[in-house]
């Protein structure tokens, strides 16, 4: 699977949006950008995932540049609980792993 | 209900011991896994079964040893437990192999003094 790279952390003013990037430079044809979160002291959480096209759900927007080589998640409307560690993870569909990198730890601020 | 619960939720033991972690899903879901989360925070696979048979091992000691009396639960146990074993152990879970939306449970973090 690819590698992928995000900032370490990064501050959001509560009620703003957060941009989180993510840079998979290597990422190839079939392989899909996922998006987890980790709360303090909680589990890994599901986000969003996404191969080539723009992806929206309740808790989030996913943004993938045409060439695929870097993507945005996007959180329209940040608030406190949504300070967390942030993972960009690359997938393929013929792996059977999560792989978890470091993340952006994002403080969400009042 | 919980989706992925893990017990116990916290384990203090003397270095030496034989502990287990216990994990059930109640999604129907094929595969499970166990995740380990070191001091550094960075979360790694250690196991996966999809059901009830070993598909990932990711050179983890053999003091490790999962079991998966059904596919419902995935149990770790852990012999003669050192220091460096302390960690929080995630359970998680997902529709079959290669599915990549797993749910996680909360956590066990293990403590060996």
């Known amino acids: 699977d690819a590698k992928t790279t995000q900032p370490t952390s990064m501050d959001c003013a509560e009620g703003r949006a957060a941009n989180l990037p993510c840079n998979h430079s290597?990422?190839?044809?079939?392989?899909?950008v996922y998006w987890y979160r980790q709360i303090h002291s909680q589990g890994p959480q599901y986000i969003i995932h996404?191969?080539?096209n723009n992806e929206t759900n309740e808790m989030a927007s996913l943004i993938i540049t045409e060439d695929r080589k870097s993507s945005t998640l996007i959180l329209p409307h940040a608030t406190l609980r949504d300070t967390a560690v942030y993972y960009c993870?690359?997938?393929?569909?013929?792996?059977?792993?999560?792989?978890f990198g470091g993340g952006t730890r994002v403080l969400v601020k009042p | 209900d919980t989706a992925v619960s893990q017990t116990p939720k916290y384990l203090v033991t003397q270095m030496g011991n034989d502990k287990s972690i216990k994990c059930e899903q109640n999604?129907?879901?094929?595969?499970m896994y166990w995740y380990k989360q070191d001091s550094k925070k960075f979360l790694k696979i250690m196991f996966s079964?999809?059901?009830?048979?070993?598909?990932i091992n990711e050179t983890v000691p053999n003091r490790f040893s999962p079991k998966s009396p059904d596919k419902a639960h995935l149990n770790l146990h852990i012999n003669s437990l050192e220091l460096g074993d302390s960690a929080v152990y995630f359970c998680?879970?997902?529709?079959?192999?290669?599915?990549?939306?797993?749910?996680f449970g909360q956590g066990t973090r293990l403590t060996v003094v």
């Open positions: 996404g191969l080539k």
């Open positions: 079964y999809n059901n009830k048979e070993l598909i």
């Open positions: 998680a879970s997902s529709p079959r192999q290669g599915y990549t939306e797993a749910f």
């Open positions: 999604l129907g879901h094929d595969t």
């Open positions: 993870i690359v997938f393929g569909a013929a792996g059977n792993k999560l792989t």
């Open positions: 290597t990422i190839s044809g079939n392989e899909y």
